[in-house]
């Protein structure tokens, strides 16, 4: 099992910018494709973003495109979320996981996530 830490959130205006981290240990994080996910309250969780094992291929829900950046960096097991132009229908508490690339399917327990409101 991969243990997953994630932090980051918090509360931002509506147009703002947020950086997300995962920090993930107890396997080899670059045998991994690794993705996050939100859940906002009353809803599924949901997919946003997915990344390859050594960050070439990258995959985005189509209601974060242009606005959000996944990255990694293999050294620090750690992966990221870059977050522009924030709205409000972005707040959601974000999680990260492994993933099977193109189904999404999470590999691993899902860590605390960390929470991001946006103000209007």
């Known amino acids: 099992q991969v243990q997953l830490v994630e932090s980051g959130g918090g509360l931002v205006q509506a147009g703002g910018s947020l950086r997300l981290s995962c920090a993930a240990s107890g396997r080899t994080f670059s045998n991994y494709a690794m993705g996050w996910f939100r859940q906002a309250p009353g809803k599924e969780r949901e997919f946003v973003a997915a990344?390859?094992?050594?960050?070439?291929?990258?995959n985005y829900a189509d209601s974060v495109k242009g606005r959000f950046t996944i990255s990694r960096d293999n050294a620090k097991n750690t992966v990221y979320l870059q977050m522009n132009n924030l709205r409000p229908e972005d707040t959601a508490v974000y999680y990260c996981?492994?993933?099977?690339?193109?189904?999404?399917?999470?590999?691993?327990?899902w860590g605390q996530g960390t929470q991001v409101t946006v103000s209007s």
């Open positions: 996981n492994t993933v099977n690339w193109g189904s999404w399917t999470v590999y691993d327990y």
């Open positions: 990344i390859g094992r050594i960050g070439g291929l990258r």
